[in-house]
Structures are given as C-alpha cells and as structure tokens.
C-alpha cells in the first residue's frame, strides 16, 4: 500500500508558477503521474514518468510549461508548473500505479489533491 500526500497549491495571477510536491510510502515500484479535475470535467492526465528515471511524457496542453520529476531517495514526485493560465485551475492529484498511462483507472493509489486557482 502506498500513502500519497500532495502540498504546494494555492492562488496565482496568470504567468506564475507553482510547485507542487507529492511525498509517498514508496515510489520506486510504481509508475507515477500527475492529474487534475476542474469542476464540471473529468480527471485528465497531465505528466507522466516512469520507474527508474525512464521516459517522461506531458498532456500536450501543458508542454513547454510544466516539469515533472521524481526522487526515489526523498520518496518525492515534484511538478514544477510556469506559466500558468487560468485553464490550469484545478485540484491536482498525484497517483502510482502498476502501468505507465493516462488512465486514472490504470493507478491504484491516489493523494488528496491540492487546489490551483490561477485567476
């Protein structure tokens, strides 16, 4: 069993940056990823890593922007977020799970989100 736990929201102007951190029992036998939900949307997928320091794939509305990275030692998945766009308002969620995906139903742990609000 994994335990996740997400810190680092908050309320930013338009151009900002944020960075969000997620602390974990264990990380290292796990795809992780970022996700996010707006009101009135469904959980999208954001950014995405493998185990090991492998392949890193984003949500192409985030490209550019958004770095996601991972520490097996801290047991800690960072997302660092510039240029932030009101789009970008959501509640972020870290996850891990048995498969690298965009798929909420493919990660068996999640934390309990951290508000963005970018105005």
């Known amino acids: 069993h994994v335990q996740l736990v997400e810190s680092g929201g908050g309320s930013v102007e338009a151009g900002e940056s944020l960075r969000l951190s997620c602390v974990g029992s264990d990380f290292s036998r796990y795809y992780m990823a970022w996700f996010r939900e707006a009101p009135g949307k469904g959980r999208e997928g954001v950014a995405a890593?493998?185990?090991?320091?492998?392949?890193?794939d984003y949500a192409d509305s985030v490209k550019g922007r958004f770095t996601i990275s991972q520490d097996n030692a801290k047991k800690t998945l960072t997302l660092v977020m510039d240029s932030l766009k009101p789009d970008d308002t959501a509640m972020y969620y870290c996850a891990a799970g048995p498969v690298a995906s965009y798929s909420p139903g493919a990660y068996d742990y999640w934390g309990q989100g951290t508000q963005v609000t970018v105005s």
């Open positions: 890593t493998v185990t090991a320091g492998g392949s890193i």
